[in-house]
């Protein structure tokens, strides 16, 4: 997915403990089966989300239990009973991105909110309830209002004594306000959700990141994931903050200066670097197999000696291996100038280089220069450079 793409942020997380709450096992089919009580009135009941009218509010019903058990998707859940959601709105579903798991030590399970599908999809939505799995099998559904439990993804859920603090959000777009950081506490005695008051020095509107616990178990230190820009767009978040829980204070404990760059093409589309390297795999298998489609769409025959030189700049590097188990490692590329991580990412709209440290001026012209040139060619159309 691409994160840069304002309704459509579900890049996999494995942070996030996402697919904890899907229970897939590949050791037998799920049974899918309604269980006798959900019939096609009860399931159109309790077929759309809804928000809570309390703060919480149970909502077990047979329905999404039969949901949570399950992990099927909306569609999958329709299909039973021969509906859609064209025209009706999204289905409720326990099938997300962006949902935290915490195990608590009586051994609970705490699923908090996540969203379904994407923006295009009749059945997106970000949810915003706590699910409670029990050791013994039962299930605890809670709602909140809106006001107290904004629609909440790929935050993180750090369990701080008897309760779990939730941080940060993707969110839908007319929620979100650069410049703050949104922090909840869900209350594990009542499961009441209410706003952290913070002040101090906040990373700004973050999501996909990393939260751990400190040793004195009186901070949270947030790392990784992804700040909201004031013109909307979102950049990888590269420093350090902690959250003191015992009066909300932000204190950022890094602050790197490292040059990062956006290449765009001039015209606002989206590139066709994946499209390229889909071509040259299917070449390894399959010689014969055509690439109109790309040729169609750059305008000309596809330019495969440049794609191949894309990542070789004018200068002198090495280039380093990704860890193949790291989130976006399929779309890095790393390369060390004189001793520094210059670090391309392809975010599947645009391309992303971050520079780990420090490099003379005209060796990072070099880096910004080259990639433009040969990203115009591999384009067919004119690409900008510019720094984030």
């Not at 929620?175 to 869900?186: E, K, S």
Request: some cysteine; aromatic content about 10%; hydrophobic content about 35%.
């Amino acid at each position: 997915m691409r994160p840069d793409d304002p309704d459509d942020p579900d890049l996999d997380d494995p942070d996030l403990d996402d697919d904890d709450s899907l229970d897939d096992s590949l050791d037998a089919p799920i049974d899918e089966t309604p269980p006798p009580a959900v019939d096609a009135a009860l399931f159109e009941r309790w077929r759309r989300p809804r928000f809570g009218a309390a703060n919480p509010e149970p909502m077990d019903n047979p329905v999404w239990a039969w949901l949570i058990r399950t992990g099927i998707s909306a569609w999958r859940a329709n299909q039973h009973f021969d509906r859609s959601s064209f025209g009706s709105g999204p289905t409720w579903c326990c099938q997300r991105f962006g949902q935290s798991t915490t195990r608590l030590p009586d051994g609970r399970e705490v699923l908090i909110a996540g969203e379904h599908e994407d923006y295009y999809d009749p059945d997106f939505y970000i949810y915003s309830d706590v699910i409670v799995r029990h050791p013994d099998g039962r299930l605890q559904i809670f709602g909140y209002p809106e006001a107290d439990f904004p629609p909440t993804d790929f935050h993180t859920a750090t369990l701080a004594g008897d309760r779990i603090v939730i941080i940060g959000n993707v969110g839908y777009p007319k929620h979100r306000q650069p410049g703050t950081t949104p922090v909840l506490t869900l209350d594990l005695k009542t499961f009441a959700v209410q706003a952290l008051p913070t002040r101090g020095d906040p990373p700004s509107w973050i999501n996909r990141h990393r939260a751990e616990l400190a040793d004195d178990k009186r901070a949270i230190v947030v790392r990784g994931g992804q700040l909201l820009l004031e013109d909307g767009t979102f950049v990888e978040n590269i420093d350090d903050w902690c959250l003191h829980l015992d009066d909300g204070r932000w204190q950022r404990l890094t602050d790197r200066k490292w040059p990062r760059f956006a290449f765009t093409r001039e015209d606002g589309r989206r590139h066709h670097l994946f499209e390229y390297q889909m071509a040259v795999w299917d070449a390894e298998f399959d010689p014969d197999k055509g690439d109109e489609a790309l040729a169609t769409e750059l305008g000309t025959a596809p330019d495969y000696a440049t794609f191949a030189a894309i990542y070789q700049p004018p200068v002198d590097f090495t280039v380093e291996e990704v860890d193949d188990d790291s989130d976006g490692a399929w779309r890095t590329t790393r390369l060390r100038v004189q001793g520094v991580v210059a670090r391309y990412v392809d975010e599947l709209g645009e391309m992303r280089l971050t520079i780990e440290g420090e490099l003379p001026p005209a060796v990072i012209e070099a880096l910004t220069t080259d990639f433009v040139e040969k990203l115009t060619r591999l384009e067919n159309a004119p690409c900008i450079c510019r720094r984030l």
